[in-house]
T-cell receptor, first 114, second 113 residues
């Protein structure tokens, strides 16, 4: 069965520092991969997605993610974090036959130190 | 641009009561879904629909019913609420094609006492 693991429950970084959020997935074939962000009291917003092609994908708000098939990973990165990036981040996976049936990871809460 | 609208935003129920969470979208999306969000567990898919008259179960369907009589609306019904259904519920929709992102509502916080 499909599954997504986000090993870090909380991460704290200083403003201006770089960020990497980890995501590992389990899926029998090449999956569709997504990162969503949730600000407090809000629904989720799509940051970026990977379907095929270039394994480094760019998203909104300066985020990027790299698909590594050999490691079954899809880690999210940002070179310089802003205080407004404090939120909860969810990695999600879907199958090629049902790209809209997302399976989400448990989330990583990002705290930003001034 | 309303997007995905969920009502109510907050609800408190007693065990055994029934209620319906409403979800409406104005983007002519074929696909609609319900997720529940619990601490440490991310979002789990309850039910989904790929068009009017078509629904299917997700990961955690027990205790919930859905129907899809129109493209715009996808209500979620709790027939007999249980404390285990205390959660935050999100409705999401998208076009029914690949590469399409989900649009989420702002959520309904439900407490069952």
């Amino acid at each position: 069965a499909q599954s997504v693991t986000q090993p870090d429950i909380h991460i704290t970084v200083s403003e201006g520092a770089s960020l990497e959020l980890r995501c590992n997935y389990s899926y029998g074939a090449t999956p569709y991969l997504f990162w969503y962000v949730q600000s407090p009291g809000q629904g989720l917003q799509l940051l970026l997605k990977y379907f095929s092609g270039d394994t480094l994908v760019q998203g909104i708000k300066g985020f990027e993610a790299e698909f590594k098939r050999s490691q079954s990973s899809f880690n999210l990165r940002k070179p310089s974090v802003h205080w407004s990036d404090a939120a909860e981040y969810f990695c999600a996976v879907a199958g090629m036959d049902s790209s809209y049936k997302l399976i989400f990871g448990s989330g990583t809460r990002l705290l930003v130190r001034p | 641009n309303a997007g995905v609208t969920q009502t109510p935003k907050f609800q408190v129920l007693k065990t055994g009561q029934s209620m319906t969470l409403q979800c409406a979208q104005d983007m002519n999306h074929e696909y609609m879904s319900w997720y529940r969000q619990d601490p440490g567990m991310g979002l789990r898919l309850i039910h989904y629909s790929v068009g009017a008259g078509i629904t299917d179960q997700g990961e955690v369907p027990n205790g919930y019913n859905v129907s899809r009589s129109t493209t715009e609306d996808f209500p979620l019904r709790l027939l007999s609420a249980a404390p285990s259904q205390t959660s935050v519920y999100f409705c999401a929709s998208s076009y029914l094609t690949t590469n399409e992102k989900l649009f989420f509502g702002s959520g309904t916080q439900l407490s069952v006492l």
